[in-house]
């Protein structure tokens, strides 16, 4: 099985900074496509960032310009650097991995593995 366990959120000012990571066990790929999830409660899950397979990255629209995502295919770690952060960034972050995703990088469903979540509060 794969477990991806995240780390790295909490509370932090608007203007401020985070760097989350999601750090992945199991059987674990180079060519997965992985990605940054948030929810707020009762409300949908929501694409943050993902890197697909082939190395392409999207991002949400509300997030370009200030989020980051990368990956370290030796640990084998994601990460989501996040700056100049908005309260209306203040969801529960997920980490999220798939075999392939394509055009579909924005769709939760497409996603095979998830992590428990880590929170991000902006105030």
């Known amino acids: 099985d794969v477990q991806l366990v995240e780390s790295g959120g909490g509370s932090v000012q608007a203007g401020g900074s985070l760097r989350l990571s999601c750090a992945a066990s199991g059987r674990t790929y180079s060519k997965w496509c992985m990605g940054w999830f948030r929810q707020a409660p009762g409300k949908e899950r929501e694409a943050v960032a993902v890197?697909?397979?082939?190395?392409?990255?999207n991002y949400a629209d509300s997030v370009k310009d200030r989020f980051t995502i990368s990956r370290d295919n030796d640990k084998p770690t994601l990460y989501l650097q996040m700056e100049n952060l908005k309260s209306e960034d203040s969801d529960m972050y997920y980490c999220?991995?798939?075999?392939?995703?394509?055009?579909?990088?924005?769709?939760?469903?497409?996603?095979?593995?998830w992590g428990l979540g880590t929170q991000v509060t902006v105030s």
């Open positions: 890197t697909d397979m082939d190395g392409k990255i």
């Open positions: 999220a991995a798939t075999y392939a995703c394509g055009s579909s990088w924005s769709n939760s469903r497409v996603f095979t593995y």
